[in-house]
């Protein structure tokens, strides 16, 4: 794991202050309000800082785990990839993940830009576009092993997430998830692989 985090300096960057003032702000609301994102507040030219800041707070403990661990396994695995396809590899890996986090943001703002009530937190929509960014990058490669199906290579995963976050938003718009701010990463995090190397178009072509 030290090897790993040694290789990965931007990866270990993002989850050591991502996980401090996370834990800072379970003991501090009012650090936690300053970050948390407003569409309401964003829409009318307020706390503009926070389409990039609630990435770094989240609900609990169980909302950062899950988010902090998935972002190791992730991104990791894509500073790695980026940083052996090109000498800017560690700045792209740096680019993916908080412009991906910056349009979910954005996306979020837009659809409850209305809504005084609505808040977002949590680097969800950074995590889904790390996630769909690596499937993107190894779409015949497989994560994981579906039970009877056997491998399934990764370009379905983006399938799968896409189609879920659109369900999600159609199917359950009350709940106070952001599913629009998820769908946005995860489209962001495709489309900034397919901005960096063109040639991974032709090869998830291929794999349909």
């Not at 056997?150 to 399938?159: A, E, K, R, T, V």
Request: charged share 15%; glycine share 6%.
């Amino acid at each position: 794991m030290e090897q790993e985090i040694l290789q990965a300096p931007v990866t270990a960057t993002i989850l050591i202050i991502t996980i401090a003032v996370s834990v800072a702000a379970f003991y501090n609301k009012k650090l936690k309000a300053l970050f948390v994102l407003h569409p309401y507040s964003v829409n009318r030219g307020k706390r503009w800082h926070t389409l990039v800041t609630s990435s770094l707070v989240h609900s609990n403990w169980l909302h950062l785990l899950f988010n902090a661990f998935a972002v190791f396994i992730f991104s990791v695995k894509l500073e790695e990839d980026f940083v052996a396809l090109s000498e800017w590899g560690h700045m792209q890996l740096l680019m993916l993940y908080f412009l991906s986090i910056f349009i979910s943001s954005c996306g979020t703002v837009v659809r409850y830009r209305e809504d005084f009530w609505f808040n977002s937190l949590g680097a969800s929509g950074g995590v889904l576009a790390l996630i769909c960014g690596f499937a993107s990058l190894h779409p015949l490669d497989s994560m994981l092993i579906v039970p009877i199906i056997g491998p399934l290579p990764n370009i379905y995963y983006i399938i799968f997430i896409l189609v879920g976050c659109v369900y999600a938003t159609k199917k359950r718009p009350m709940e106070k998830i952001d599913h629009y701010g998820h769908l946005c990463g995860a489209i962001a995090g495709t489309i900034l692989i397919f901005i960096f190397y063109p040639e991974v178009i032709d090869s998830i072509v291929r794999s349909l």
